[in-house]
């Protein structure tokens, strides 16, 4: 199927698409690696008035770690920047899930910042960005504001965005201490979206974590931040007992349906099983302090 009819709009200055923005509201719909979008008009689930593409905005595109160690992705940073960047040492499950986006055609094309304004319940930032604490940085005439992970998507394909608002930047913070995480997702085959995912992020100090977060994708219809899982492992070492109760939580925190892909009951357990293995260090990835 064609797409319906659109206007598009290729401003080079972000000022420029915000201006855009502002005019057209709800009626303009922002074009960043179009990986999801696109099918999206040639189905005509979106049928928007006008296209404003920010791919000739370069001062989006770009990732770098501060000096205090957050680590800022610009909204037209691609997945497969992520995966060949070198700066993700301390940044483990950002490194872990990089290359299981989809395939490596639409990791030279989609965004990490496009990918959680999608809010696809199946999309695998979005829980990274929730088990990491991370901001969605956004502008528009209201001037720029930061959008805590946990208020980003409010529901399947919906987003926190105002109408007139552009998302410019990812801004995840550094650790506190020893990073270590993981992201572990069971798909049906490579490059296929999520049928369970699971983020695993924590920071430790002489081996007691002081920082956890463990957020699920495709087991509910938005991605799922594993709270009082996480909690559980605050103040403690990751022993087994520990890693068992945190691994009980987030299952008991997953809201699985049964489909072609499974029943919730497997899909339960997969969560369970991932964030066993990813607190356990098989999976996991670490970083030096
Ligand atoms: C075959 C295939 C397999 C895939 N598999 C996976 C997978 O396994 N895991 C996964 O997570 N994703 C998967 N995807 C989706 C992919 O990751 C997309 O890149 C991503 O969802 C959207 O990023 P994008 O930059 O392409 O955004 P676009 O398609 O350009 O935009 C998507 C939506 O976000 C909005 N948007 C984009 N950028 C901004 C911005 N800066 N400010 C405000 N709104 C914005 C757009 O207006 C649009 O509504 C797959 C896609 C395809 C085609």
Same mark, same amino acid.
């Given at each position: 199927?064609?797409?319906?009819?659109?206007?598009?709009?290729?401003?080079?200055? =972000?000022?420029?698409? =915000?201006?855009?923005?502002?005019?057209? %509201?709800?009626?303009?719909?922002?074009?960043?690696?179009?990986?999801?979008?696109?099918?999206?008009?040639?189905?005509?689930?979106?049928?928007?008035?006008?296209?404003?593409?920010?791919?000739?905005?370069?001062?989006?595109?770009?990732?770098?770690?501060?000096?205090?160690?957050?680590?800022?992705?610009?909204?037209?940073? *691609?997945?497969?920047?992520?995966? *060949?960047?070198?700066? =993700?040492?301390?940044?483990?499950?950002?490194?872990?899930?990089?290359?299981?986006?989809?395939?490596?055609?639409?990791?030279?094309?989609?965004?990490?910042?496009?990918?959680?304004?999608?809010?696809?319940?199946?999309?695998?930032?979005?829980?990274?960005?929730?088990?990491?604490?991370?901001?969605?940085?956004?502008?528009?005439?209201?001037? *720029?504001?930061?959008?805590?992970?946990?208020? /980003?998507?409010?529901?399947?394909?919906?987003?926190?965005?105002?109408?007139?608002?552009?998302?410019?930047?990812?801004?995840?913070?550094?650790?506190?201490?020893?990073?270590?995480?993981?992201?572990?997702?069971?798909?049906?085959?490579?490059?296929?979206?999520?049928?369970?995912?699971?983020?695993?992020? /924590?920071?430790?100090?002489?081996?007691?974590?002081?920082?956890?977060?463990?957020?699920?994708?495709?087991?509910?219809?938005?991605?799922?931040?594993?709270?009082?899982?996480?909690?559980?492992?605050?103040?403690?070492?990751?022993?087994?007992?520990?890693?068992?109760?945190?691994?009980? =939580?987030?299952?008991?925190?997953?809201?699985?349906?049964?489909?072609?892909?499974?029943?919730?009951?497997?899909?339960?357990?997969?969560?369970?099983?991932?964030?066993?293995? %990813?607190?356990?260090?098989?999976?996991?990835?670490?970083?030096?302090?």
């Amino acid at each position: 199927m064609y797409p319906s009819r659109f206007h598009y709009e290729a401003p080079r200055s =972000l000022d420029d698409a =915000l201006d855009l923005k502002a005019a057209h %509201g709800d009626d303009a719909k922002v074009l960043a690696g179009g990986q999801s979008l696109v099918p999206l008009l040639k189905l005509r689930f979106a049928s928007p008035e006008l296209l404003v593409d920010i791919n000739n905005i370069p001062a989006l595109d770009y990732h770098v770690v501060d000096a205090d160690g957050t680590l800022r992705v610009g909204a037209l940073c *691609r997945h497969a920047d992520l995966e *060949r960047s070198t700066l =993700l040492g301390k940044h483990p499950t950002m490194a872990a899930a990089a290359p299981m986006i989809a395939d490596p055609i639409v990791r030279n094309r989609g965004t990490l910042v496009g990918s959680w304004c999608h809010a696809d319940p199946q999309g695998d930032w979005a829980s990274v960005m929730l088990a990491l604490g991370a901001v969605l940085v956004v502008d528009g005439p209201g001037g *720029r504001r930061q959008i805590p992970a946990s208020q /980003v998507v409010t529901g399947p394909f919906q987003n926190s965005l105002r109408p007139d608002e552009i998302a410019i930047e990812a801004r995840i913070p550094g650790a506190s201490g020893t990073a270590a995480g993981s992201y572990l997702k069971l798909e049906r085959r490579v490059g296929d979206f999520a049928t369970v995912g699971v983020a695993v992020a /924590v920071d430790s100090s002489g081996g007691t974590v002081s920082r956890a977060g463990i957020a699920l994708t495709g087991v509910g219809p938005a991605n799922i931040e594993a709270t009082a899982a996480a909690q559980a492992l605050v103040g403690k070492r990751l022993d087994a007992g520990t890693i068992e109760q945190a691994a009980a =939580l987030a299952a008991e925190a997953a809201q699985p349906k049964t489909d072609h892909r499974g029943s919730a009951e497997y899909k339960r357990h997969i969560v369970h099983t991932f964030v066993t293995r %990813g607190l356990g260090g098989n999976g996991a990835v670490h970083a030096a302090a």
